[in-house]
């Protein structure tokens, strides 16, 4: 597997990308997805009274653009972030799941580099 990524210089119009909604266990989430190869990059927006309807082993970079939520762990840790924090995660590395009272905006972004060698 290729987990070069050799992507060209280009903007992204957060305005112009399709937002689609997702439920969790309670509440809403929104994403905008910008597919690239080996690389996923998301806004996502959670409801206010939102928690994930699932446990994720995915690896991810979450940076909270405005708002704040708890990343929970598997093991019982439970870490807040606020505006201006980030998480980063490898693959398989960790289940984790969020949730938020008052709602979140997050910027995400995961693919083949986060993959657990």
């Known amino acids: 597997m290729n987990t070069e990524l050799n992507i060209p210089y280009q903007n ?13 266990e309670t509440g809403k989430a929104w994403w905008q997805t910008v597919q690239l190869p080996g690389l996923r990059i998301r806004i996502v927006e ?9 446990w994720c082993l995915k690896g991810h970079i979450v940076h909270c653009l405005s708002g ?13 972030l606020t505006q201006g924090m980030t998480y980063v995660v490898s693959d398989e590395l960790s289940s984790h ?5 008052e709602g979140v905006k997050l910027l995400i972004v995961d693919g083949d580099f986060l993959k657990l060698k």
């Open 12 to 24: 992204i119009d957060w305005q112009q990308v399709a937002r689609t909604e997702h439920s969790g």
């Open 68 to 80: 704040s939520f708890v990343s929970e762990l598997a093991t019982g840790e439970r870490f807040h």
């Open 46 to 54: 959670y409801s206010a009274g939102y928690l994930a309807d699932h």
């Open 97 to 101: 799941r969020s949730s938020t009272t």
